[in-house]
């Protein structure tokens, strides 16, 4: 239906973008919000030393300081709604939605969870060297494919799925689901967490989007200086 405010400023919708090698040609596979979620949870958790371990009894802790060798750790937490009963209404234009509701999104976010086999190339070609060479087969290494988080232009950072559950509300008579609520758990990859990722492309993409994130964030950080002058001003006795 036309939105009658011809004027209203046009709604950008989140995503989360996959490299991986699971789909055919170079195109990324990118999973469109269908809904913005309402909220969004964002926790950061400094770095803390490790704590003395058993191996090394007489070790004393490191004391309280302000070592902080990597960024702090970022996870998000966010619900997402999915309806295919639009769709449905006009069968002609969604042939995917008549076979499948939203299953298929829901696959699309699974598969997120699940190792790229395929784009671990060269982990895979090391391991069968490996195994000529020695008495047991080695366990393959895998990767899970590098997603992007994308939540406007303000903030695109490389993330790993570390929660996944879907309420499945209404099925089709094939018993596919209609309806279904989602909720993810996202943890931010830093690029001293990337750097042994298999798949070269993607990661140089992850780690400049990270980089790029986190440039805008320390150019709001100096713009709050404004805000800082006119708070110390209206602090002082005259």
Same mark, same amino acid.
């Given at each position: 239906?036309?939105?009658?405010? %011809?004027? #209203? ?24 919000? @269908?809904?913005?979620?309402?909220? $969004? #949870?964002?926790?950061?958790?400094? &770095? ?5 371990? =058993? +191996?090394?009894?007489? +070790? ?7 070592? @902080? ?8 937490? $966010?619900?997402?709604?999915?309806? /295919?009963?639009?769709?449905? +209404?006009?069968?002609?234009? !969604?042939?995917? /939605? ?38 047991? =087969? ?12 994308? &939540? ?10 570390? %929660?996944?559950?879907?309420? +499945? @509300? /209404? ?18 990859? /830093?690029? !001293?967490?990337?750097?042994? !990722?298999?798949?070269?492309? #993607? ?7 990270? =980089?790029?994130?986190?440039? @805008? ?13 006119? #708070? ?7």
């Amino acid at each position: 239906m036309a939105n009658s405010f %011809s004027r #209203s400023p046009k709604l950008l919708k989140g995503a989360l973008v996959e490299f991986s090698s699971r789909f055919i040609g170079p195109v990324p596979n990118i999973i469109v919000f @269908q809904y913005n979620p309402e909220t $969004l #949870s964002r926790t950061l958790n400094p &770095w803390k030393p490790p704590e003395e371990s =058993e +191996e090394k009894p007489g +070790e004393k802790k490191p004391e309280k300081s302000t070592a @902080q060798p990597f960024d702090p750790d970022e996870t998000f937490t $966010l619900n997402l709604e999915l309806d /295919a009963t639009d769709a449905l +209404e006009e069968p002609e234009k !969604h042939p995917v /939605a008549v076979i499948s509701g939203v299953a298929d999104r829901i696959a699309a976010m699974e598969m997120l969870l699940y190792p790229d086999k395929e784009g671990n190339d060269l982990v895979g070609a090391i391991g069968d060297v490996l195994s000529l060479t020695s008495a047991d =087969e080695p366990e393959p290494r895998y990767s899970v494919p590098i997603v992007l988080f994308v &939540w406007g232009p303000g903030r695109i950072v490389p993330v790993r799925l570390t %929660s996944f559950s879907v309420e +499945e @509300q /209404a099925f089709s008579t094939t018993l596919y689901p209609i309806r279904a609520k989602v909720s993810i758990g996202l943890s931010v990859l /830093a690029p !001293h967490e990337l750097k042994n !990722h298999p798949n070269t492309i #993607s990661k140089e993409i992850a780690i400049t989007a990270y =980089e790029f994130t986190l440039a @805008q964030k320390n150019v709001l950080a100096a713009a709050n200086l404004a805000n800082s002058v006119g #708070s110390i001003l209206g602090m002082l006795p005259f």
